[in-house]
């Protein structure tokens, strides 16, 4: 206990749980108040009826759905990430999968929240799950909503677990360095860790089957969510492509939320000596060949239905293209292609500050991608006597606003109860410079050196 | 052999009067939203008229389509609902169950024709308007969806009248509100699985087509398209 007790490593990652200053309060309360004004519009929602919402005959999906689907594709920055650097063995990973898989858990959360808020009726949403009930049906299980809810439940536990599991070590730091009733929390969530030989190697052995396991998961959750659309006969909804096309933007923008969040830790919790530019820069190619993919679905989607000249889509192409909603394509395409690919092309301009600007882009631009997708297909449906617009409302744009606020909050009361880079991982990599590189049989040896 | 309703509308004789939209909100308690609402999109029309026009003024061609729901045999809006609100019943009238429905709201974005409408707010009716609400037809409550029913409350009890007088429903037996009040007769209603009623007759007109036919819905409703009486060849 003794060797811990001196280890800088250790001191440096479990400090900002030990020690919070007025800055944090204030940031804290701050959120919380946003997150609480977001509960009190949706309560105005629930009793006055989803009216006040802006969403209108035809256009029966907006702000909630837009949102509904960029947070889920968030979620896609964590455990996808982690799980395949971990499986590929990067050493470089190792800082960066907690606060990557963490984003996952809230991200899923906030995103599953938004189908319940935009429902008719939001207490009734537990008729999703099959149960014998006096109704005595059964969900309907060609419907796509229905497979979003299993899917989702399903990522959100995996992703749990995923999250948990390399905690237990950590948990068992804390606790074998406080005292008292923080001492028997962390006893608890340590699960009994003594870091024996057996210990170590289930742990191993459980995180490589999860990563192997959560991979298709995630890629199945975004693809059923994909299929939301492209399984209803919608003109620009109904698309092949949309299946590996929202899988692509997901990871596109959960790698700019990651980007963006590593670098408000590195800043905010002093972790420059653990996060290192290297980390951005890794990321950040990343992130570029991700806009290069995400420029080439659009470019592949956007071609198909010009070239096949339906009248329909073509409603909806022009709509998007050069008419009503032509100023926020044309930005999102701005945010996505042109300035990442502009930026992160060029070693000179990849530097932090660039990096995270081209993420914060990222982000605006992936959530108007998908308000794209949702608004003008349905604004323009086959018989033109129905066209539609729609407008968001406050009410909408203030619980969308409180979401940002809630992932912020959740983010840093998680860092301030859980270690956000995982000691023992570090200590397994020995810290070595993420860009040397490391030979397999001192990393093996190196995990055995860690036991506390 | 069981039922199966179907509609035919003859727009060569629909006059864009309107009437049938007033009968169906009448008859179905079909609340109206006022300007401000309406103007959001707000608006419920069970059955709307569409106009579309072609050429400029004075030379100006007015097409009226009568647009409800087509109770697709191969219905969009019921495979996506999630609580089975949207069903198909034996008799081929695509119902809405309103006390299953949650509101997601997905049937109306699968719905090629737009002809499913949501309640974003409770119901309400102007004093005295409330007085007039049909009593065979159930208020909806906020959140749920609602459309055409081919006035399902007429149908049942058209098939209780005939067996109370112990004989078979004859065509023409049941009227929904929109086929009552057409004045120039121009909708017209009855069992496509009888091969003498009209409509069914009708439906195999050659002048029938069935609204986006090409979508594959298969709709029980059959438009007769309007002839073409001024074109010189046909003189």
């Not at chain 1, 035809?58 to 889920?72: E, S």
Request: some cysteine.
């Amino acid at each position: 206990m003794n060797r811990t007790r001196n280890n800088p490593l250790a001191d440096d990652l479990i400090r900002p749980l030990l020690h919070t200053s007025v800055w944090f309060y204030g940031a804290v309360l701050v959120l919380a108040t946003i997150v609480l004004c977001g509960a009190a519009a949706w309560a105005y929602q629930v009793w006055y009826g989803i009216g006040v919402a802006g969403i209108n005959w035809p256009v029966f999906w907006g702000f909630y759905l837009t949102n509904f689907v960029f947070w889920i594709g968030i979620s896609h920055a964590g455990t996808l990430i982690s799980a395949i650097l971990r499986l590929v063995n990067a050493r470089w990973r190792r800082p960066v999968t907690r606060c990557a898989e963490v984003i996952t858990v809230f991200a899923l959360m906030i995103g599953a929240t938004f189908p319940i808020i935009h429902l008719g009726k939001p207490w009734l949403f537990f008729w999703l799950a099959p149960y014998p009930s006096a109704r005595e049906i059964w969900p309907n299980f060609r419907s796509p909503l229905v497979w979003d809810f299993f899917a989702i439940n399903t990522y959100l536990t995996g992703s749990l677990l995923f999250l948990i599991l390399p905690m237990i070590p950590d948990f068992a730091v804390i606790r074998d360095r406080s005292s008292g009733l923080r001492r028997r929390i962390y006893g608890t969530l340590a699960l009994g860790w003594q870091g024996t030989t057996t210990q170590w190697h289930r742990l191993e052995a459980a995180m490589q089957i999860m990563a192997v396991a959560i991979i298709p998961v995630a890629v199945s959750v975004h693809t059923i969510v994909s299929f939301d659309f492209s399984m209803a006969h919608v003109p620009m909804w109904h698309s092949t492509i949309f299946g590996p096309y929202f899988v692509a933007g997901a990871i596109f923008s959960g790698i700019a939320a990651l980007i963006i969040a590593m670098a408000a830790l590195r800043r905010t919790l002093r972790l420059h000596a653990y996060l290192h530019p290297l980390h951005f820069d890794n990321l950040a190619k990343l992130l570029l060949l991700m806009s290069l993919l995400w420029g080439y679905f659009v470019f592949s989607e956007r071609l198909t239905v010009w070239y096949g000249n339906q009248p329909s889509e073509m409603a909806v192409f022009w709509a998007t293209q050069r008419g009503e909603y032509a100023s926020l394509y044309w930005t999102m395409v701005f945010c996505n292609f042109i300035i990442p690919v502009g930026i992160l092309s060029f070693r000179r301009l990849r530097t932090l500050p660039g990096i995270v600007l081209v993420s914060c882009g990222v982000l605006v631009g992936m959530w108007l991608e998908r308000f794209l997708i949702i608004v003008p297909g349905l604004a323009n449906k086959p018989l033109s006597y129905s066209w539609g617009t729609y407008s968001p409302q406050p009410t909408e744009i203030v619980i969308m606003v409180a979401t940002f606020a809630a992932m912020a909050l959740l983010y840093m009361l998680f860092s301030k109860v859980v270690p956000i880079i995982s000691i023992w991982e570090m200590k397994v990599g020995n810290q070595p410079h993420p860009a040397l590189p490391a030979d397999e049989e001192e990393e093996q040896q190196g995990l055995w050196r860690a036991r506390p | 052999m069981a039922h199966r309703w179907g509609m035919v509308v003859d727009l060569d004789k629909c006059t864009g009067c309107e009437a049938c939209v007033t009968a169906c909100h009448a008859e179905n308690n079909i609340p109206t939203a006022g300007a401000t609402e309406a103007g959001r999109g707000r608006a419920m029309h069970w059955l709307r008229v569409e106009r579309y026009w072609e050429g400029d003024f004075p030379d100006v061609k007015v097409k009226f389509k009568p647009v409800m729901c087509q109770h697709c045999d191969n219905a969009p809006c019921e495979a996506v609902c999630p609580t089975y609100a949207s069903h198909q019943t034996d008799e081929g009238l695509n119902a809405q169950v309103y006390n299953r429905c949650i509101g997601t709201r997905y049937c109306a974005n699968a719905c090629s024709y737009n002809v499913r409408f949501f309640n974003f707010f409770n119901p309400q009716w102007e004093k005295p308007l409330q007085l007039q609400l049909n009593p065979d037809v159930s208020v909806r409550e906020v959140g749920v969806m609602e459309k055409c029913t081919f006035c399902v409350q007429r149908i049942k009890s058209g098939k209780s009248a005939a067996k109370a007088d112990g004989r078979e429903l004859k065509d023409g037996d049941i009227q929904p509100a929109c086929v009552q009040s057409c004045p120039a007769g121009a909708i017209i209603f009855g069992d496509l699985n009888d091969h003498e009623s009209r409509a069914a007759r009708l439906t195999h007109s050659p002048r029938g087509t069935k609204l986006l036919e090409d979508e594959g819905t298969e709709p029980k409703v059959t438009y007769l398209q309007r002839q073409s009486w001024n074109e010189p060849d046909t003189q």
